[in-house]
């Protein structure tokens, strides 16, 4: 293998840094007309009038859309249902019709020449609304929380264990708000082609997705529908569903019959999508020796009055150690805001910072190391079923990481490390993730110049999938990596579910391999067939494709050059397309998971804390490319730093309003806030998780480093802060 | 063209402002353009002149997606107008590779794999570019702290900070 595992530079860098790669409002289209959103101010009730008059007197205004005048959209919810949306609901019909669901809620769509007429003429929209009695706070509406299914079941009797436990830890922790804040906006330009058909450029993880939803909703035909995001500005899960603004911009250009642009402003984006609120309680009982007896976890998370999301927060506590005794239950509070929506590791990020954190106290109360407490717990087995995983190297993590940060130096007492004026804390936390693979498609056109063209309905979210594409077909074909062009991102191309939850990487490489191999089987079939074939003898097994060769693997020398095999077979490409399925298989668990040092100073007087140094040691298989999976982590660590002490949506309960909408008061890590950050890649072989023994690492990096961070932060001063984020005045308090 | 879905009400035409022409020189070749007074530098690049490799993140001066190097200095465009412009030197990302080389900037960006999505790279370029002239950033933390004004939501930081400082040594030597 030339190019899988190694640090291949992306193949897309050149497009990106000379600004050439296009991205969903950057499409150019003759007569684009301009969309402006309007957006409800009240987060309950309905739209008693809307009065479009002095928007329409605008010069260069176009049209005003609304429920009252749009053009047909499907009634039935059914035709809003993607393929993210929650089980339980009715998605959000966006313009469909009076009813306000939330604060922020697009209620109508100014259409103009420009785009700047398009945003005053918005602002001249006067909207009269009833109100209805409206809830958004989940301290006050846990109280009515109902419990959801999960696939977990529990083990033992959890509470009568808790209650003998010669050492008890019993905590709430809470994850406000979050917004997966792209940088890019989310945008759509439809072009309008004039026989009807449609061409999207769209800020979505999953073109076919949008594509089929778009097909329900207008009542198309495939054929007269084309979703294209062959470059996405980031995504971070808000992009899975298919997000309004496609919608309305589709709506436009069925209305005007022309092409229309239409851009979110950042303060709309926050009505999109976010991580749901969450109260974590955990409840864990050891023995006096520290080794862990029961554990107990409870997630409290909001959702929206119309849909029921939920994800796995509780499951990992009872599958990642060793206890005999588990409970679990996931509620949820209905409130008036949006539906929350997959955000970087989505159940994961939130429940596993319950349980790192309440590890730690446990380590605290049973006057232990916090890495011999999980060496202690340490399983080589899934506790939820009792079944062996494919492999698990965390010991391993634990291990390096801890080498690498020095972690023997550490002195366990808190406020004991100190560096001139701040406090010094070192914590840690592990992180787990699933590696999972879905049913994906590869079309492969080999030319008999040696060019390869690989074609899939996956999009390049920023994750690197256009490179390791490359690098896998490259290796798998037997070319230089310069010989392989890749194109994805467009629903008509092979098929592919939406980007995410880590596992783009396995499906994808699985479907080349699947179809490199069909090539194989053709290239060899030809290569017998020429007068005097080397191969003549051999067995399809020995046959191998390298450096443009259809060589015997038992001979290398022996192969005959793949040009001319295809020359005189009279063909001047090969096409190949074929779907690798994926077998369900319960005999192993497939995880990732990792071990996260860090360590903080924080000033003593001023409560400010500086995440000095991240040690984050991963075991996630095998790592195709060593250069952007090492970003992909970086980029899980930098996020976990904003959730541990930045990341806070701010709503106002007695509006419903989300208060900080923008990037300016919801802070993000920025450049100062991130120091030294080492990545390991524990080797991991694993040739029972997939051929390939690929995991997939676009989660894991974020998982337990808000833990590893909040612990660090209890090291360093002595007080603990359950409530993220952790702030001054929380510290100070 | 005849609205299909809401009559245009009686009443006196609400004027777009009037246009004004702007010239511009932009990657080096004369532009001129006709624009309202409340279209931005970004928006003037990106709609007007097909210049889409400058990106809008925020549009409030917040994010730095949209930096471009205005007279050489870096510049956040969503936060001047092109009429305020007039006669002024634009360099944006389409701008900086000479003849097919990439400016040293954009290939230590690749070499330390220094965005992963692309939305902010543009911003991210430039404003190292525009870090680099200014001269004041000598040290690890200074450029951390320079380069803040440009978010990077997918975080590069470190890899964004190793790429600049490559850039640096190699202007240096």
């Not at chain 1, 509780?314 to 060793?322: A, E, H, I, V």
């Not at chain 1, 100062?672 to 690492?697: C, Q, R, S, W, Y």
């Not at chain 2, 009400?9 to 777009?16: D, F, K, R, V």
Request: aromatic fraction near 6%.
């Amino acid at each position: 293998m030339a190019y899988i595992g190694t640090p291949t530079s992306r193949v897309d860098g050149t497009a990106k840094v000379t600004g050439t790669a296009k991205y969903a409002g950057d499409a150019a289209a003759p007569g684009l007309a301009y969309g402006a959103v309007v957006t409800s101010t009240i987060p309950k009730g309905r739209i008693a009038k809307i009065d479009a008059g002095a928007a329409l007197r605008v010069a260069g205004v176009l049209d005003v859309l609304s429920h009252e005048n749009r053009p047909r959209m499907a009634r039935r919810t059914a035709a809003y249902k993607d393929d993210v949306a929650p089980e339980q609901g009715s998605p959000f019909r966006p313009l469909y019709d009076d009813k306000i669901l939330f604060s922020g809620q697009p209620i109508a769509l100014v259409l103009a020449e420009e785009w700047e007429i398009a945003r005053f003429a918005a602002t001249l929209v006067r909207v009269e609304y009833d109100v209805a009695p409206f809830v958004t706070d989940l301290h006050v509406e846990r109280e009515r929380a109902f419990a959801v299914e999960q696939p977990h079941k529990p083990r033992g009797d959890a509470d009568n264990a808790h209650a003998a436990a010669a050492v008890r830890h019993e905590a709430e922790y809470f994850i406000p708000i979050e917004h997966h804040n792209p940088i890019e906006l989310y945008a759509s330009t439809v072009l309008w082609q004039g026989d009807g058909k449609l061409t999207v450029y769209d800020k979505t993880q999953g073109v076919q997705n949008v594509g089929n939803y778009l097909c329900a909703v207008f009542n198309l035909k495939p054929v007269e529908l084309r979703v294209l995001s062959p470059f996405m500005g980031g995504g971070f899960g808000s992009g899975l569903r298919p997000q309004y603004q496609v919608t309305l911009a589709v709506l436009a250009a069925r209305a005007l019959e022309r092409p229309v642009r239409l851009v979110l402003t950042r303060q709309q984006m926050y009505a999109l999508c976010y991580r749901p609120a969450t109260i974590e309680r955990l409840v864990l009982g050891a023995e006096r020796g520290g080794t862990l007896d029961s554990v107990g976890h409870e997630a409290i998370a909001v959702t929206s009055q119309y849909e029921d999301f939920a994800r796995n927060d509780t499951g990992w506590s009872g599958q990642l150690y060793k206890s005999r005794h588990a409970k679990y239950v996931h509620r949820l509070a209905r409130v008036d805001l949006p539906t929350p929506s997959d955000m970087r590791a989505p159940g994961a990020t939130t429940g596993v910072y319950g349980l790192e954190c309440a590890m730690d106290e446990l380590a605290v109360a049973l006057k232990l190391d916090p890495v011999e407490l999980r060496l202690r717990c340490y399983s080589d087995r899934d506790q939820h079923e009792d079944i062996p995983y494919t492999s698990k190297k965390l010991r391993e993590c634990y291990r390096q990481g801890a080498a690498v940060f020095g972690w023997d130096r550490r002195n366990r007492e808190p406020r004991s490390m100190r560096d001139g004026s701040e406090l010094v804390g070192w914590g840690m936390a592990s992180g787990v993730w699933e590696a999972l693979q879905m049913d994906t498609a590869v079309r492969i056109v080999l030319g008999a110049n040696g060019h390869a063209e690989i074609s899939c309905a996956f999009s390049d979210i920023g994750t690197g999938t256009y490179t390791i594409v490359a690098q896998v077909a490259a290796d798998l074909l037997g070319l230089p990596l310069e010989a392989v062009t890749v194109q994805l991102g467009d629903s008509t191309l092979p098929q592919a579910p939406v980007e995410g939850g880590s596992w783009t990487a396995a499906s994808v490489s699985h479907a080349i391999a699947k179809t490199a191999d069909e090539i194989r089987k053709e290239l060899w079939r030809l290569a017998k067939a020429m007068p005097n074939s080397p191969l003549a003898a051999s067995r399809l097994d020995d046959i191998a494709l390298a450096d443009g060769r259809i060589i015997d693997k038992k001979d290398g020398g022996r192969g005959v050059p793949m040009a001319d095999a295809m020359r005189h077979g009279r063909r001047d490409r090969l096409a190949c397309e074929s779907t690798n399925t994926v077998k369900e298989d319960t005999s192993h668990a497939r995880n990732t998971h990792s071990a996260i040092f860090a360590e903080v100073k924080v000033d003593e007087e001023l409560g400010v804390i500086r995440v000095t140094r991240v040690v984050s040691a991963v075991a996630a298989g095998r790592i195709l490319n060593t250069k952007t999976a090492r970003s992909q982590i970086m980029g899980g660590v930098v996020g976990g730093i904003g959730m541990a002490l930045h990341e806070e949506t701010l709503v106002d309960h007695t509006l419903g309003r989300m208060m900080n909408a923008n990037i300016a008061e919801y802070h993000v890590p920025v450049n100062a806030d991130v120091h030294d950050i080492e990545v390991i890649f524990v080797d991991e072989p694993d040739d029972l998780v997939n051929p390939l023994g690929i995991k997939g690492v676009g989660e894991i990096g974020i998982v337990g480093v808000a833990a590893a961070v909040a612990n660090a932060v209890y090291h360093a001063t002595g007080k603990r802060v359950r409530d993220l984020p952790i702030t001054v005045d929380k510290l100070l308090r | 063209m005849a609205r299909k879905f809401r009559k245009r009400p009686s009443g006196p035409t609400i004027p777009a402002p009037a246009k004004i022409p702007v010239s511009l020189t932009v990657n080096g070749a004369a532009r001129e353009i006709v624009v309202a007074p409340w279209v931005t530098l970004l928006d003037a690049l990106r709609e007007h002149l097909g210049l889409t490799g400058t990106k809008k993140g925020c549009d409030h001066g917040q994010c730095g997606a949209c930096t471009v190097l205005l007279d050489g200095r870096r510049i956040n465009s969503c936060m001047t107008f092109a009429v305020m412009q007039d006669g002024a030197k634009v360099t944006t990302v389409e701008g900086l590779a000479r003849d097919g080389t990439l400016h040293p900037v954009q290939q230590a960006f690749i070499d330390h794999d220094a965005f992963q999505c692309g939305a902010c790279t543009s911003g991210q370029i430039c404003s190292a570019i525009g870090l680099i002239a200014e001269g004041r950033a000598k040290t690890v933390e200074e450029i951390r702290e320079l380069m803040s004004g440009n978010i990077c939501r997918c975080g590069a930081y470190p890899n964004i900070v190793a790429a600049i400082r490559q850039a640096m040594e190699r202007e240096r030597s």
